[in-house]
């Protein structure tokens, strides 16, 4: 499958800045190779994922590709009535000047047959008692102090409830200018705006506890209950897997506000270094204003 993508047609890049230059988010490519699998695979839906990575990610330089081939390959089949399933293997490409092809992203897809009740699981959720204004602010700051890079579409941490060494809990909501913004990936099929706050947790925590800036670079898996809905409140919950000096590897869930979970995704990964502080910082006023969302 094809899929073309200008960043004139996506006004929510102009949100996704890494220093000059806009650069897709990686739920983004998530969200490609789920509906190129749903599109394929008549009657099953995307489940979840396994061993997502970050090759080469796009970035718009001048000299990004215009089409990207996503290529999917089925790997497993269940065909049983109790529980059947489709275990696919996805990557996604795009030939650079030279016609050779550049890989940018891969993963392997969960597929199940299409359910209009999909199963939410009751989950514990951390007293939430201390959320007060001076939360609220500290998260407003976020997107301002170069802990965190996105412009308006994007700012959907509302409040930080708890944060320490063993994780954080983040009261969430995807801003109203978002529908405006959605360009080529409709919220009511992959709620992108919600589901980038995941890593943004992950940058979150990074810069709380070790002052150092991060990227994401791989996810073990992510399993997709139900999509975060428009101006719903939600909560993010990150659990410390394991921390070096390079690397943070943490469990997050997304959780409802009647505590049902959403989504779960175990072993996220980002790289950790002290050189992404710089670059995450404002370095004049223009670019100020794209950080902090015009």
């Known amino acids: 499958m094809i899929k073309t993508l200008q960043a004139a047609d996506n006004d929510f890049l102009s949100d996704h800045m890494i220093g000059d230059n ?26 979840g994922l396994e061993n997502y990575k970050l090759f080469k990610g796009v970035v718009f330089d001048g000299a990004e590709a215009t089409d990207y081939q996503i290529d999917v390959k089925v790997v497993e089949q269940k065909v049983s009535d109790s529980s059947p399933y489709l275990k696919l293997d996805s990557k996604i490409s795009s030939l650079n000047a030279k016609g050779k092809p550049v890989f940018h992203y891969g993963s392997e897809l969960l597929l199940k047959p299409t359910s ?17 204004g001076k939360a609220a602010d500290e998260a407003r700051q976020l997107y301002t102090n170069g802990t965190l890079f996105h412009g308006e579409s994007l700012q959907g941490i509302q409040e930080i409830i708890t944060c320490d060494v063993k994780g954080l809990l983040l009261s969430c909501q995807v801003p109203e200018v978002a529908m405006n913004k959605q360009g ?65 590897i943490a469990d997050i869930s997304l959780i409802s506000e009647d505590k049902k979970l959403l989504a779960e995704i175990k072993s996220a990964e980002v790289t950790v270094s002290e050189n992404l502080n710089d670059l995450f910082k404002p370095r004049s006023a223009s670019l100020q204003e794209k950080i902090s969302g015009l």
């Open 22 to 47: 806009a650069v897709l988010p990686t739920v983004c490519a998530i969200a490609w190779m789920a509906d190129a699998a749903e599109s394929i695979f008549s009657g099953y839906q995307f489940h």
């Open 116 to 132: 209009k009740n999909l199963p939410l699981a009751d989950v514990k959720l951390a007293n939430t008692k201390s959320i007060n």
């Open 184 to 248: 080529d990936f409709p919220l009511h099929r992959h709620n992108i705006f919600a589901n980038d706050l995941v890593y943004q947790a992950m940058l979150v925590w990074v810069r709380k506890q070790l002052s150092m800036g991060s990227l994401p670079s791989s996810t073990k898996s992510w399993t997709s209950y139900q999509q975060v809905k428009p101006n719903e409140m939600f909560y993010l919950q990150l659990k410390v897997v394991e921390q070096a000096s390079t690397k943070l």
